[in-house]
């Protein structure tokens, strides 16, 4: 039976599987700090990408970066009933400033604060306060800010990536004349998710709003992204919300409309973390560890040396030079293909298997047998498969070889969600359904409160999206028998 890098496998255990899968790939660990990670090399590179792709995309539609600050006079959020209300339970607050050392030496806190100030769970308060004195006219507007920060939700059950007390994010914050150019605004962000989550993550998902019990704080309308992962488990991967004029009035942001008349503005914001790490994780990764889609690879190409005695070295190293100044000159989805040669000495064996953790696309093995073919063995990490091509042929193929793995991953993953998802027509079957495997079930569902609740206590199920109504012919409520046009989405989820 052959031996697997990541123990246990997916099958067996998926939790402990995961948290395997970013050790392996030394992508983060838990810090001192209850419930926050070091995100460590590999996996801040992996960010990066991300980070540089998003910034692209936003920027290109208007977006401008600014920042603003971590700490938020309380006051701010107690303007928001609803808003404070939703995130409550999850702020750190800070009450105090200085340190003193007290009769036994102890550091203890010194000074109280005059009011308390709240750690950004997220910015909507303290960003819409900055907006009340730069909108005073309607030709102040669209305004259209972007923040790259961090956050602080203080959680209960963490995992690396899925669900820490402080994680890395985007927060997109827009103001706007009128409710439709609002709400054009965040069902223009949810395409740029759903375009970044299946272009580049190779993570499929399906696009929708989220009920009432599962919307944003505050918000009149939450629209998301939703990806099935390898447990059959949705991921909540973005979301986008219309504000309305909620948070103007709280926040106090008014502007003299064309009639001359003050009026409040409408808003929006929306949102990506480092919880897309966790996605690429769940959505890819096999029982040997990361694979990762070439579009965010930290590396491409990883080159390794194969040399068994010394009168190689020479050979066999410059031949790996050689090749990597070939892939060097060539560019791949507008950049220059990343390539690294690992000139450890360390066992071949375990190099490898690092690599193959780690979920680099294209693995080489140079030996001096390859130099004297003028060959390489490579072995491809999206399905394991190894070949030996020569070097022109491998030189010529390799970029379209990176997007075949690319849409390949994306395939899969599509492939994989359509098996896992399934039309269901009764109550009987939808017990059924989340009682055996589980997955995606999708049914007509005429908006019960009440009954969404009780699905949520008895089998740990939500509604992840209310998919378009246009999309749907008129159906049945499986839960009421009544009519409707609504069908909705129903999973376990993170």
Known sequence: MRKFGIEPRRSENFPEWYQQVVREADLAENSDVRGCMVIKPWGYAIWENMQHVLDGMLKKTGHQNAYFPLLIPLKYLESEASHIEGFAKECAVVTHTRLQAD???????ASPLEEPLVVRPTSEAIIGESFSRWVHSYRDLPILINQWANVVRWEMRTRLFLRTSEFL??????????????????EKMLECYREFAENYMAMPVLCGEKTEMERFPGAIKTLCIEAMMQDRKSLQAGTSHFLG???????????????????????????????????????????????????????????????????????????????????????????????????????????KWEWI?????????????????????????YTMEKYVPSLEEFVRNLKPELEQIQLGMLER??????????????????????????????????????????????????????????????????????STQQKVIWAKSY
């Open 413 to 482: 993953a599509r492939t994989f969600r359509e098996q896992n998802t399934k039309q269901i027509i009764s109550e009987s079957e939808f017990t059924e359904f989340f009682k055996a495997q589980g997955g995606y079930a999708a049914t007509f569902f005429a908006g019960n409160r009440a009954i969404e609740e009780a699905i949520k206590e008895n089998f740990n199920v939500t509604i992840r999206c209310i998919l378009k109504a246009a999309e749907n012919p008129v159906g049945t409520c499986i839960f009421t028998n009544q």
């Open 169 to 186: 994010w985007q927060e997109g914050h827009t103001v706007h004349e009128t409710s439709a150019e609002a709400m054009a605004e965040a």
């Open 103 to 109: 009769d036994r030496g102890k550091l203890v806190p």
């Open 357 to 381: 953790k780690k979920g680099v696309p294209l693995i080489l093995e140079i030996g001096p047998r390859d130099r004297e073919k003028n060959s390489i063995s490579i072995l491809r990490r």
């Open 245 to 351: 004029q909620n948070f103007a009035k709280s926040s106090n942001i008014q502007f003299r409309g064309r009639n001359g008349e003050n009026q409040y503005a409408w808003t929006s914001s929306w949102g990506v973390s480092t919880r897309l790490i966790g996605g690429l994780i769940m959505t890819h990764s096999d029982d040997d560890g990361l694979i990762l889609p070439p579009r965010l690879a930290p590396q491409h190409v990883v080159i390794l040396p194969i040399i068994h005695h010394e009168k190689d070295e020479s050979i066999v190293q410059e031949y790996c030079e050689r090749i990597r100044k070939q892939i060097d000159e060539m560019d791949y989805d507008g950049h220059s293909i990343r390539v690294h040669i690992d000139g450890r000495d360390l066992n071949g064996g375990v190099k």
